[in-house]
Each structure stands twice: as C-alpha cells, then as structure tokens.
C-alpha cells in the first residue's frame, strides 16, 4: 500500500490494554486551566518509567464544563486498576489541588467502576471540609488559603488501549520531524486518546529487554537506529535516516484505530519513506492494529 | 403505564385537605383505580382520593398535580424518588421528611415545607424540593440532607435547625433562618439577616455554587443569573450555639 508516495508497510501495532480516567479541570480561565494540566500530565510518558501515562485529551469550551467556566480533560493511564487511584490522588493532590482557581471533575460519570480520589483527597480539609450532593454527585468543599477548592467524591475507571503507534522512516530528521508533527496536528482534536510523548512524539523507541544488560526492561530499539544500521540486524530502508514514533493511548481500541489512521495519512509527505508499526510478534498486547485495515476503514 | 399520572382537582377545597398519600414513587405501582382508593383526611374525616381529584394515567413515577391546593397538606411526605409537580399553590408540610426525588411547587407553598414532624429530630433526608414562588414559615425545618429551593421569599426561621444539606432562599430570608444550624448551607440571594450566633469568614466566589446553582438552572429553568452563579458571597459562620460547622452563604454582587 501506498499513500502519497509513501510505502505503507503490511504490518500491525501491538497494544495493551490499560486502566484509564478521564478528569476535567477548570479553572478562571483556560490559561489556569492549562497550567494544571500540563503539572497534571507532566513526567507521564510510558509507564516503564512514570507508572502512568497521560495527556491532555483536548480543550473544553465553558459550556461544556459543569461549572460553566473554560477548562480542559486529560486521559490518565495505568497498566493496572490497583494503581490508577494511587496515581490520581498523588497527582491531582499536588497538581490540581495546589493550581489557583481550579475545580476538578468526573469525566467518566456513567462508569459504574468508581474510584475515591476526591474522598481520599478531602483529608487535606483536616476536618474543615464539607460535602454537597449535586444531581446525585457528591462534591468535595475543601477549604484552601484562596478560598476554596472542589474535587468530585469519586472518579469512573474504565479499560482503555495503550501503545498504538507508528513509526515515520524518513530521509532525514527535519524531514521526518515535520511529518511527525503534522501527524500529530491531525490527531490532536480528536476525542478519546492522548499522545502522552513530547509533543507527541518518540525519538527513542525501545525493545524490550537488553543485549548487553540484562536487567533493564528496555533499550534503544536498535533495528530502527539509523547510527547502528552496519552494527545490528537493521530493519531500515536504504536512504532512511531518521525514524520517529508516534503512540497513542486511548479510551479504546477504536479510537486508537481511528487516530493512527488520520495520523499515518497526515504525515504522509515528501521526504518520508516509509510507515511500520511496532509489535512484538503478536505475543503480548491482544490489541493488533493492522496498519493496511485501519487505513482502508476495516479497524 | 404511562408516562405521568396527572391529578386534576375538581372543585375548591373547602377544608385541610392531607393528601401525604400523594407521592410519586408511591404512584409508581398502582393502577388508576388503586389511585382513586388512596385514603386522604379532609377536615379530620376519612375519605378517598377520587372523591378530590379526577386521575388519568397509572403506574408511573412523575405525578403532575393541578388545581388550587392552598388546603392541601403533605404531598410528598417521605417519597424517596420519582417526580411530583405541583401546579399552583400548595399548603402547609410539601416534601416533609422527602427522601429522594424532587417535588416541583410552580407557586406559593405553607408553612414547614421539606420539614420535619413536630418534635422530630430531622426532617428531609434526601431529594429537592423547588418551591418557585414564596414559602412560609420554617421551610427546610431540621434538614438531615437534600436541598430545599425557595425562590420568592422565606419566612421566618428558614432552614431552622439544619443538621446538613442546603436551603437557597432567592428572596428575602426571614427573621431567625438558620438559628441552631449545625451544618449544611443556607444560600441567601435576597437580604438575610444572619442570627447573633453566626460570625462573618470573608467575601469570596464559592466554586461548588458554580456547579449547584447551574444545575437548578438547567433542571428547573429557575431563572438564576450569571451574576448568582460567578457571584460574591458573604460567608457567615455558625450557629456557634450550635456545632458551628453550617454557614449562611449571602450573595452581595458580582
């Protein structure tokens, strides 16, 4: 398959399948709002080594938000549900919680699983805190030298889809890092994922395990190091240079789907070579996203 | 089963008329003749619901109750969910000791609505009670949770003994609202004057008003303004005879 040129490889994205909330955070205004979660979704990458992933889904306008003021909903991620609330009342504690102007809400309120993240939060109140049951949600009051801030009681918890990706071959690295910007461009409106890398984007895509230390869970992922091509087994064209990669997390695998398709047509542009994914054999995430059916609409 | 059962009375009430039988989660399960048989006390005497009100619809849970009920007494007492609309005025004891669900009053209601019985430790545990018009005395009397909404004015001695929840007065807030809270919220939109007992905190934008006064605006269409919803309010403290742990919340501007 081919899309403007560019080889588009018969190959699949391998994904997990991860724990996810969805939390909104408003604030006075969307300056504040932002602030909060980009301490929110700060040092969130990959939970090889931030035991979370996470990202600002996208930016919501004042009527869509339950206090009416401008805010924003991040998707955080954890491989497991016994953490994902550990995560949440650490982050939001020292991240949302401490944001002037600030209210933190649900953004999966018809989740039948719950998680206390504002119950367990409310402790900070040291007795001065107070509850409202609004519309059947509970709501926490929790006094603040500003005045006051509010976090709902409980937040929804559903399984989600980490790991969907693709990688960009291209002839050179501003080449390839336009495209992958571009990419990510296109994605980034689109409701239900996250790109949780900077700027969405990975430099440093890895393979699991090591060959010369045995003990690290990841390392550079050599066949794809355009330095290494005469010292490995290189899995590089002729010609390319550089390779990025894009990941993508998401509420499930149909939004993954979706995304890794308007991003893989994005950053089809002069200059790239070629599109792969990464998977590891099929062995490991039940999530396989066939890069040729998800662009022809069959994923 | 239909969508709403609609009681529609049909000739003026002459004599207190306790209908605490009407209440919606009650109406769910009973046919229309069952509806008609509900034992209601006119005057002290037994009598029956279909002698007042002409009933269309069965088995459902949203009750649309019209006529002139300024006589009539305790609907909704202790309903624990469905929808009860009022249409006009209503008596004393709307929503006593309401547990779930709301009870829409689009007029006037009496005395001690979402109150407690006389002697009762509390009154309303749960639900809403939106009273678009005024209330009498002692509205939200001994309120354990759920929230009373009066719109025109409260009489004397609103929220009065509060044990939690919040009463949000709109008008003008009679003499002694919130004496003896212990917690919970009184929001006064109109003028209060806050009991001796209480103590100013400061002038601030409450964020959880934010969400609860969108909401009644969404839900009820009460015709709240952005300046209530992104408004200042005066935090009063109290009862400090009390547990001290309420507050009279009282809305000074933008």
């Known amino acids: ?299 | 089963m239909s969508d709403w059962v609609a009681l529609t009375l049909r000739s003026p009430i002459e004599r207190a008329l306790d209908l605490s039988a009407v209440r919606a989660d009650a109406f769910a399960t009973l046919a229309t003749r069952e509806l008609e048989a509900l034992p209601v006390r006119y005057g002290g005497d037994a009598a029956v619901l279909g002698d007042f009100f002409a009933v269309t619809g069965e088995r459902a849970a949203r009750v649309r109750v019209t006529g002139d009920l300024e006589r009539a007494e305790g609907l909704g007492t202790g309903m624990t969910g469905g929808e009860l609309v009022i249409e006009g005025n209503v008596g004393r004891d709307v929503g006593l000791e309401l547990a779930g669900g709301s009870v829409d009053v689009h007029g006037d209601a009496g005395a001690n609505a979402g109150g407690a019985r006389p002697g009762a430790a509390r009154g309303a545990v749960g639900g809403e009670l939106v009273i678009r018009g005024s209330a009498g005395e002692e509205a939200g009397t001994a309120l354990r949770r759920g929230l009373v909404v009066v719109m025109g004015d409260a009489g004397r001695g609103a929220g009065r003994g509060m044990i939690a929840g919040t009463v949000i007065v709109g008008g003008q807030a009679g003499p002694g609202s919130g004496r003896f809270l212990k917690r919970g919220s009184i929001v006064a939109l109109g003028a209060i004057e806050p009991p001796e007992t209480f103590r100013r905190a400061c002038t601030y934008r409450p964020p959880h008003l934010r969400v609860q006064l969108r909401y009644l605006k969404r839900r009820y269409a009460l015709p709240l303004t952005d300046s209530h919803i992104d408004g200042r309010y005066d935090r009063y403290s109290g009862d400090f005879a009390e547990l001290g742990k309420g507050e009279i919340l009282h809305w000074v501007g933008e």
């Not at chain 1, 398959?1 to 939390?23: P, Q």
């Not at chain 1, 931030?50 to 924003?72: H, N, Q, S, Y």
């Not at chain 1, 049951?133 to 030298?145: A, C, E, K, Q, T």
């Not at chain 1, 461009?185 to 239900?192: D, H, K, Q, T, Y």
């Open chain 1, 1 to 299: 398959m081919k899309i403007n040129g560019v080889t588009i490889e018969d190959t699949f994205a391998e994904a997990f399948t991860m724990r996810a909330a969805r939390i909104v955070i408003t604030a006075k205004d969307a300056r504040w709002a932002r602030e909060a979660g980009l301490k929110l979704t700060g040092f969130a990458t990959s939970v090889i080594g931030c035991k979370c992933e996470a990202g600002i889904e996208r930016v919501l306008a004042a009527e869509e938000t339950p206090d009416g003021r401008p805010g924003i909903a991040v998707l955080l991620l954890t491989m497991d549900e016994e953490s994902l609330p550990q995560r949440l009342i650490e982050r939001l504690g020292q991240t949302v919680l401490t944001c002037p102007t600030t209210s933190c809400f649900d953004g999966l309120p018809d989740v039948p699983d719950r998680l206390p993240v504002g119950k367990a939060l409310r402790t900070f109140g040291d007795g001065f805190q107070a509850s409202k049951v609004i519309g059947g949600r509970r709501y926490w009051r929790i006094p603040v030298m500003e005045g006051e801030f509010v976090i709902e009681e409980t937040f929804g918890m559903q399984t989600a889809v980490g790991g969907g990706n693709f990688l960009l071959l291209g002839n050179d690295a501003d080449t390839t890092l336009a495209a992958a910007e571009s990419a990510v461009a296109a994605m980034e409106p689109l409701p239900g994922v996250i790109l949780p890398f900077p700027g969405g984007v990975v430099r440093s895509g890895s393979k699991v395990g090591g060959q010369r230390y045995k003990k690290m869970i990841a390392t550079t992922n050599d066949a794809f190091a355009p330095t290494l091509r005469a010292v490995t087994a290189s899995a590089l064209p002729q010609g390319v240079n550089s390779v990025l990669e894009i990941v993508i997390d998401g509420l499930d695998a149909a939004s993954v789907a979706r995304a890794m398709a308007v991003g893989i047509r994005a950053a089809c542009r002069r200059g790239v070579q070629a599109v792969t994914a990464g998977n590891y054999g099929g062995k490991l995430g039940p999530h396989h996203f066939h890069l040729h059916k998800i662009l022809d609409g069959a994923a």
